[in-house]
């Protein structure tokens, strides 16, 4: 696809909002209801998030076409990505421990749970199967990223203001979450439409 500007913004358009990892791929819902509890913890989580989507982006492109294509080992392409995206977080986590404390200590206790969120795999392989360049393998990995971030940060400004909330006893905690969720996924099917490129 030619980068023109509109490209650029159809695209953003497209991966944060129409095509959202966790409200329109189901990718991510693990931490997205797990670490949604306070917006903060949220945004942290999705700020995370998106530095390794953008990073694994990169590194499982270039592994993909300049050592698995020419190989011919295709086939590994789950378990090197995987590989992948665990040394990544592990490195950004060592990084950060050491070059920026401060940021570690916000951050600290949720990259170790980026390795499992599966929407960083997702985004790697879509870009393989999807055929994108190594620009916009990036930018859909950023993007997708954001994306998750909207999510997690809309879930945990409903649940923080959920706690204050009179709601039946039965749809207390989980249940409404999941309601909550489904309305919300409902809500991002408006803009199924709209980034289409």
Known sequence: ???????????????????NFIFSRYLGACPFLGVSSKVETAAGMGIA?????????????????????????????????????????????????????????????????ITTNCAVLGVT????NDGHNLLWSVLNGV?????FLLAIVLMAGARERLES??????????PISLIIAGLMSVAFLGFAGLGNI
């Open 1 to 19: 696809m030619e980068f023109t500007l509109t490209n650029f913004l159809l695209f953003m358009v497209n991966c944060v909002l129409a095509n």
């Open 49 to 113: 998030v998106t530095f390794v989507m953008g990073i694994a982006s990169l590194v499982t492109y270039i592994i993909y076409h300049y050592l698995l294509v020419p190989l011919q080992l295709n086939y590994l392409i789950t378990i090197s990505f995987i590989l992948v995206i665990a040394a990544l977080v592990q490195f950004v986590e060592m990084f950060m421990k050491k070059g920026m404390p401060a940021l570690y200590n916000a951050l600290g206790i949720y990259l170790p749970l």
């Open 125 to 128: 392989i879509l870009n393989i």
């Open 143 to 147: 993007f997708g990223a954001l994306g």
């Open 165 to 174: 909330s009179n709601i039946p006893k039965a749809f207390k905690g989980f």
